[in-house]
């Protein structure tokens, strides 16, 4: 019998090796195989020539080659009783001692029918529907990889422009599987599995695929996998890295304060009222007009005795709420004291925008003061969070002010979400995610995109928990449910698929799954994918790191594959533990000696 | 309870009782027995058979203290363990019929398989050899096809010959071991027409590698049957018998016993042949030894009325009469008098009662011809004499009987019997050789295979392949491969 081909023989030998002979009942979707010992593998896709009409009527009969995929391998010694085995376990009496029968064992593949194709592979890898079951004691073959790769693919193979080479087949490596990329970025992808599968790797190799091809891609990334993307050569100049701010003066009077509820203290429901006023003065305070801008900031510094806020500037952000915070309860209290020209600072700020400033008594002004510290401290936790976003970022650059800047030709976009917390994160994805869908749907952006989201589950979870999540699951439903007609592509990531929501989800038309445990997020991915065999779902916990059954629109049929690795790293590509500390202890050693030098020195 | 009330409880009625409690399949025979026996014996037939029984128990216990007649002697099997036989080399002949229904079960073809295994051997590939050669039964134009035995002739020949090329190839072989009687009632096959040299040749055709063996073996049994046996089997016939090289059925297989026998003979030590039986209604052990030794005994003790008192009768005279009024068998009886891990003493079968003088048609011919199949019972020209015994694998299980030749020699039967209760201890539920129930699996024509194609064979086959009618080679090709084709080919596929 002869073996399974593997990719170290040459190319003649692997063809047409024969696997088994068809036997029992079969039907037009699946038959059975008996199949020698060790010559096939669950997954492993194979080939049987038959003689069958094509489907119109009359036509003369032709030879098909009908392609299958092995679904479940049965294994059985019929010789072989239950009965003695426990016998033999029971006196301890190993078989071989016995006259039991050992070496005949049943074998027997499950397979089921992909489609057909004509022989010499004219059709170009499109496959038919099979509408009369193969011939009894038909042979089965392992057909060589060129064919192999032609099916694969299917009609893709004579687009060869949107065929994105991720992979190849688990089971045969020297075949390569190319995926269709229009279906990914026009029709949706979710890749799905546990952590440390290889979600992140695979995305990667995805995404550097499609820049290869320039497409545009905003990537939203919490925890820096993506960074990496940078440091390629091929993607030298295409990658942007942004640190995210996050966007206080866009948001509602209502949501910043609970912002400074959830980074400082509480804001009690007296003080709720005057936030209004605080915000709405900070934010007519600020004022596009660079002299004008100047001059209020002269004003500021003057008043609260700040020279920092003369020598930075002040920006649209939680200082600039403090600010005004502090100067409305400097000038209450210097209204109340009558002291200085109090007077003309209060028309001023009622000028520029703090209208109701005049209304003010003693009381208010404690609660004014409340509301600047509990600013302040905010502020100052913000502040942390962009810190360490910018830190994982490695990039200087903040988000554009046009955040239609981050679409471009031939550009990925690599929003750092790290450091914020779940609603800031969430936040900050639909802002953006909202102006780009937007821009396209009022046509202002003429670029299509695709946006990339990792940890689908924080941003389209299928209960929201916070008005955070409620946004960003609506802008998502509505990107996965009308991105196609104005050029917004998702691909979402995630290790909690069971947390996803249903709709986003089943609107995806590819699916990349890798290795799963969670029995939950096993029932809820074969309920919600309709592509995915039962016998593939039942494969999922036993997957290797990497490996991941493609389905959907991005192939011909559902394939288990090897997912090439990227090129570029992730962030927390982990680096051993007691390593680092062996590193980091080198290090201080090293400066001791070199600061000893130079004591000596001096 | 010590082991001497044990033993003294297992002497009462209400010991016996409980006994059959233990064996469901004993106490289903009684009950069906029960029914069957005349009416005046129906009522007490359980509590009376339990007194028959302890009575006979108290005998043999007595006979073996030395203070009484010994009726039937019963000892344990010794040494039934696996390192007592590593090394050895072991075959198992089955054979099969495959049966299509078309107005009443039609046999169509028989395979014989074979599973030669050796014991200790952990390389899969040199451990064990499968074989099994298929007969068609309408290839053959020899035997009486009229006859509902013709398929039996036909399985006994094709099983002798598949037990003969395994000893023949196998130099080493320890045992071969035959599913069912070693030797049939050969007086019920007698009167069959010859088989024709074609019919030979057909079951020859897996017999060995080189046809020249089997040619030898072919010539071989012309060759004394022409100085030997005709002469006396068909006075006056024998000489046209030798010129048509016919071949008498049961001259054909007497000959392949005593071929058996003579390579066992040639080797040291002298390789076990056995037969197994399972279950039935043999009732020869009974009839033969055990109740005629009873009556005997009982004769001696002027108790001669025994039976007649106990069941209330007055024709229970002879074992026969015994036997046939209360619907005892081997089984049941020695199943009541014997504890697994026993056998019974052994004793010389009489398979050849019903061997005498009859007729029978010479192919080709109209008329019938005077044959004399008794000379076939000397045993040095015709059929061996075969002995046995039985063996209690499990409570829940029939006693089997073990068949060998008598002339190989007095170990045969001790070193069979033990073999056959090793290897049924491991199937304890089915109470039979495992070896035999592989060499059965490949011998049996499934049963789906035959209904899947008496439809095709009732529209076109059946008759005319029963009749050899087909002689189109490649249809007859198709047919076989097809019949073949089945879920258990990968068990034919050569060894890997
Ligand atoms: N296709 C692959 N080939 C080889 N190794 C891989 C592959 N995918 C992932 N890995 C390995 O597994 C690790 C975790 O992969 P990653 O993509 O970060 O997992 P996830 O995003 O699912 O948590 C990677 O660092 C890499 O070493
Ligand atoms: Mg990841």
């Not at chain 1, 701010?245 to 509820?261: C, G, L, R």
């Not at chain 1, 936790?381 to 970022?393: G, I, P, Q, S, Y």
């Not at chain 1, 890798?514 to 916990?541: C, H, W």
């Not at chain 2, 090289?245 to 080797?267: C, N, T």
Request: proline share 4%.
């Amino acid at each position: 019998m002869p073996q399974i081909a593997t990719e170290e023989l040459p190319e003649k030998l692997e063809k047409q090796s024969f696997v088994g002979t068809l036997v029992g009942e079969s039907t037009s979707r699946t038959f059975r195989l008996a199949v020698a010992h060790e010559t096939i593998r669950e997954q492993d896709i194979i080939a049987v020539d038959v003689d069958l009409k094509s489907t119109e009527q009359n036509s003369i009969k032709q030879k098909t080659r009908l392609w299958a995929k092995v679904q479940q391998i049965e294994r059985i010694n019929p010789l072989f009783p239950v009965e003695a085995g426990h016998e033999l376990a029971e006196t301890r009496t190993s078989p071989f001692d016995t006259v039991l029968s050992l070496s005949r064992e049943m074998v027997t593949a499950v397979c089921q029918v992909l489609g057909s194709e004509p022989i010499d592979g004219s059709a170009g890898g499109r496959l038919d529907h099979v509408r009369y079951p193969p011939q009894p004691a038909s042979q089965a073959y392992m057909p060589n990889s060129t064919d192999l790769e032609r099916v694969v693919i299917g009609e893709l193979g004579t687009k060869q422009s949107r065929a994105l080479d991720i992979a190849t087949l688990s089971n045969r490596p020297s075949v390569t599987v190319k995926v269709d990329g229009h279906a990914i970025v026009s029709r949706h992808l979710a890749i799905l599995a546990m952590t440390g599968a290889g979600k992140s790797v695979t995305a990667r190799r995805i995404v550097e695929q499609l820049a290869e091809r320039n497409y545009p891609i905003v990537i939203f990334d919490p925890h820096g996998d993506y960074t990496g993307l940078a440091d390629v050569e091929k993607l030298k100049g295409k990658v942007q890295r942004y640190y995210a701010e996050f966007p206080v003066f866009e948001e509602e009077s209502e949501t910043v304060a609970k912002v400074v509820d959830t980074l400082g203290y509480e804001l009690t429901p007296t003080m709720q009222g005057v936030f209004d006023d605080v915000f709405y003065a900070a934010k007519q305070f600020f004022i596009e007009d660079g002299g004008e801008r100047k001059r209020r900031e002269q004003w500021l510094a003057l008043l609260l005795r700040r020279d920092t806020i003369e020598q930075y500037g002040i920006k649209q952000d939680m200082w600039l709420v403090g600010y005004l915070a502090e100067a409305g309860e400097r000038i209450v209290q210097m209204k109340a004291d009558n002291e200085g020209d109090w007077q003309q600072l209060e028309t001023q700020l009622q000028e520029w925008g703090w209208a109701r400033i005049d209304t003010y008594s003693r009381t208010d002004k404690r609660t004014i003061e409340g509301i600047k510290k509990r600013v302040f401290k905010a502020a100052a936790a913000l502040k942390r969070m962009e810190t360490t976003n910018k830190k994982v970022a490695r990039s200087a650059n903040p988000l554009p002010i046009n955040r239609l800047e981050l679409v471009k030709y031939g550009q990925i976009s690599v929003i750092s979400l790290a450091g914020y917390t779940g609603n800031f994160q969430a936040t900050i994805y639909t802002i953006i995610a909202n102006s780009i869908f937007e821009a396209k749907v009022r046509d202002e952006l003429k670029l299509p995109v695709v946006l990339l989201l990792e940890e689908a589950h924080n941003f389209v979870p299928g209960k929201a928990l916070t008005t955070a999540e409620e946004r960003s699951i609506a802008i998502t439903k509505q990107i996965a449910q009308e991105g196609r007609k104005f050029g917004v592509g998702l691909i979402m990531v995630s290790q909690r698929p069971s947390r996803l929501d249903e709709t986003a989800l089943s609107m995806c038309n590819s699916y990349i799954i890798m290795r799963m445990i969670n029995p939950a997020d096993q029932n809820f991915v074969r309920r919600v994918i309709e592509s995915l065999g039962e016998d593939e779902a039942k494969m999922l916990p036993d997957l290797d790191v990497g490996e991941a059954i493609l389905s959907g629109q991005l192939i011909n049929f559902p394939v288990l594959v090897r997912i090439k690795k990227s090129e570029s790293q992730g962030e927390r590509e982990e680096e051993d533990a007691f390593v680092a500390l062996e590193n980091a202890q080198k290090g201080l050693e090293m400066e001791q000696t070199k600061q000893n030098g130079n004591s000596r020195r001096s | 309870m010590s082991e001497n009330n044990g033993q003294d409880y297992h002497l009462t009625e209400e010991g016996v009782r409980e006994d059959l409690q233990r064996q469901p399949y004993v106490l289903m025979r009684l009950v069906e027995n029960a029914f069957i026996v005349a009416e005046n014996l129906r009522g007490n037939y359980f509590e009376n058979t339990s007194k028959f029984i302890k009575d006979l128990r108290k005998k043999i216990l007595l006979a073996k203290s030395g203070e009484s007649d010994p009726i039937i002697s019963i000892s344990n099997i010794n040494g039934a363990n696996w390192q007592e036989v590593q090394g050895e080399v072991v075959t198992f002949i089955d054979g099969g019929v495959g049966q299509v229904e078309i107005s009443g079960q039609i046999p169509i073809l028989l395979r014989v398989g074979s599973y030669a295994v050796r014991t200790g051997e952990r390389n899969l590939a040199e451990r064990e050899q499968f074989g099994y050669y298929p007969v068609i039964l309408g290839d053959l134009e020899g035997g009486s096809k009229e006859r509902k035995d013709f398929i039996d002739i036909v399985r006994i020949t094709a099983e002798l010959l598949g037990g003969l090329s395994a000893l023949k190839r196998t130099p080493n072989l320890r045992l071969l071991m035959f599913h069912g009687p070693l030797m049939y009632l050969m007086g019920n096959y007698a009167g069959h027409s010859p088989f024709t040299e074609n019919d030979i040749d057909l079951f020859l055709r897996s017999y060995a590698a080189n046809p020249q063996l089997a040619s030898d073996l072919k010539n071989k049994f012309l060759e004394e049957a022409r100085i030997q046996i005709y002469p006396k089997l068909a006075p006056g016939v024998d000489t046209d018998m030798i010129q048509k090289k016919l071949f008498d059925p049961l001259a054909w297989m007497a000959f392949l016993y005593q071929q058996l026998i003579s390579e066992a003979k040639k080797r040291s030590p002298v390789p076990i042949i056995a037969g197994v039986v399972e279950r039935g209604r043999l009732r020869e052990f009974s009839e033969d030894v055990l109740l005629e030794r009873i009556f005997v005994s009982l004769r001696k003790k002027n108790n001669q009325n025994y039976f007649n008192n106990l069941f209330g009768r007055t024709d229970l005279k002879t074992p026969g009469i015994l036997l046939d009024r209360l619907a005892y068998t081997d089984a049941i009886l020695m199943a009541m008098l014997m504890k697994p891990g026993q056998r019974s003493e052994s004793w010389i079968i009489n398979k050849l009662k019903g061997l005498r003088t009859g007729q029978t048609i010479l192919t080709g011919e109209a008329r019938a011809t005077n044959m004399d199949w008794s000379i076939l019972k000397d045993p040095l020209l015709g059929f061996p004499k075969i002995k046995g015994c039985y063996i209690s694998v499990s409570d829940r299980t029939e006693p089997i009987r073990v068949e060998v030749f008598e002339c190989l020699g007095e170990q045969q039967i001790e070193e069979a019997a033990k073999r056959a209760y090793l290897y049924s201890l491991l199937i304890p539920g089915y109470g039979f050789p495992v070896g035999l129930d592989v060499a059965d699996k490949f011998a049996k024509v499934p049963t789906w295979l035959t209904n899947a194609y008496s439809k095709l064979i009732k529209h076109h086959l059946s008759v005319s392949l029963q009749k050899g009618e087909i002689k189109d080679a490649e249809m007859r090709h198709l047919l076989v491969q097809a019949i073949y084709m089945t879920h258990r080919d990968w068990l034919f596929r050569p060894n890997p």
